[in-house]
Structure formats: C-alpha cells, structure tokens
C-alpha cells in the first residue's frame, strides 16, 4: 500500500508542472525507485521468499528484478524511452505477479507482517499497469 501512496503523492506533486499523463509517468517513476530500493535492502530476503519454486530463495532474481525497475523507472523519464520502458515494466509487473500469489497462499511475511492480499495487490497490479499504458503507450 506504501508504493500507491507514494506514487499518487509524487503524481499530484508533478501535477503542479505538469499535464496528467507526464504527472503519471514521474509518479509511477519515483514509485518504481523507492519499490526498487527493498531489493537491495534487508528486505531481499523475504522478496526471495516470495518466489515460487523452483525460484524460492533466488536472491540472483531479486537484484535483477531491482536493477530492472530503476531501469525502468529511468527509462519513463527519458523521451525516447519512455514506451520500451513502460512496456518492459508491464512485462516485469505480469510476470512477478506469480510471486503474489505464492506469497499470498504460502503466507510469506514482509519484515514480519503478511504480503499485501490478492484481493488488494490484483487490483493494484492492474492499476500500474492501466497507468503505465495510459501514461506512456496509449
């Protein structure tokens, strides 16, 4: 829920310069590098332990997946990057979206409280993604 917080603060702070869609982008930017920064933090341990098998404990996955979303996140703010770079974060969004659900049904704890529930983390998976395509593709 931090990350939905973060991007809708960092979206409405860029509203001030900005139109909506470019707004969106730099919101979804800074969300993508603060929820890059868990992956080279104390916290890669339990992002690892959302892995499903046989990825469980991959902590190879983890800071590659790190390093994919402050590519990402750099990439919504460059011009001629900014769709090879939405595209690749809806990618990486669909495809750690397994991960959720593993979490979810193993209960797999993030600094000891439960990962985000499906009911919450689907709908909002499908709103960055909605936001990234709106923002930067559409």
């Known amino acids: ?11 409405l702070v860029a509203r001030v310069w900005l139109a909506w869609p470019d707004a969106v982008r730099v919101g979804l930017a800074i ?3 603060f929820t890059s920064t ?6 890669k341990r339990d992002l690892a332990a959302m892995m499903p098998p046989p990825l ?4 190879w996955l983890i800071y590659l997946t790190g390093v994919f979303e402050i590519a990402g ?10 769709r ?3 595209w690749a974060l809806i990618a990486m969004l669909v495809a750690m979206f397994p991960a959720n659900v593993y ?3 193993k209960g797999v704890t993030l600094r000891g409280r439960p990962a985000t529930a499906l009911w919450l ?17 559409a």
């Open 1 to 11: 829920m931090i990350p939905l917080l973060v991007e809708i603060a960092a979206t």
């Open 31 to 33: 969300m993508f590098l």
């Open 38 to 43: 868990a992956h080279f933090s104390s916290m």
């Open 56 to 59: 469980t404990g991959a902590m």
């Open 73 to 82: 996140a750099i990439g919504l703010l460059v011009p001629r990057l900014i």
């Open 84 to 86: 090879p770079a939405a």
């Open 103 to 105: 979490a979810a049904l």
């Open 121 to 137: 983390r689907t709908p909002l998976q499908a709103f960055w993604i909605a936001a990234l395509w709106w923002s930067s593709v």
